[in-house]
């Protein structure tokens, strides 16, 4: 298999993740305002977006292939787009999920930006989730 590849993705390229998303049937989609990620061999195989908010980062739309799930991809490009990361980044998670962001530096959120609570408690009214943050 070749090698895997992370990187910011330019804003001419923004819609190979969105057709990325769809054809996974994925409802995700990118934020014009993000840094989009992405993880590749020859093609797109993992994306997520980076959006700046307040004082740091919204880690958001992190989706895998799912055919290429539990193999490290996702840890691989988390790292890569937050190795430069000097703020504060946040996102929300199912609760299942938190082992696997604890392993990746994030823990519980004692509070958020205010934009991120409002959307959280949004969020909440249809999905179990929780907020983390590194």
């Not at 190979?16 to 934020?31: E, I, K, N």
């Not at 880690?59 to 787009?81: E, M």
Request: hydrophobic share 45%; proline share 8%; glycine share 2%.
């Amino acid at each position: 298999m070749p090698d895997l590849h992370c990187r910011a993705l330019p804003a001419p390229l923004l819609p190979l993740v969105d057709a990325f998303y769809r054809a996974h049937r994925s409802p995700m989609r990118t934020d014009r305002q993000a840094q989009v990620w992405v993880a590749q061999y020859t093609t797109i195989v993992a994306a997520l977006c980076l959006r700046p908010i307040a004082d740091g980062y919204w880690l958001n739309s992190l989706f895998v292939a799912p055919t290429l799930r539990r193999q490290g991809l996702a840890r691989q490009l988390i790292a890569q787009a937050l190795a430069q990361a000097d703020k504060p980044v946040w996102l929300f998670c199912d609760p299942e999920l938190h082992s696997f962001y604890a392993n990746q530096g994030f823990a519980p959120c004692a509070s958020l930006p205010a934009a991120l609570a409002e959307r959280l408690v949004r969020y909440q009214r249809t999905k179990d989730l929780i907020a983390l943050c590194r």
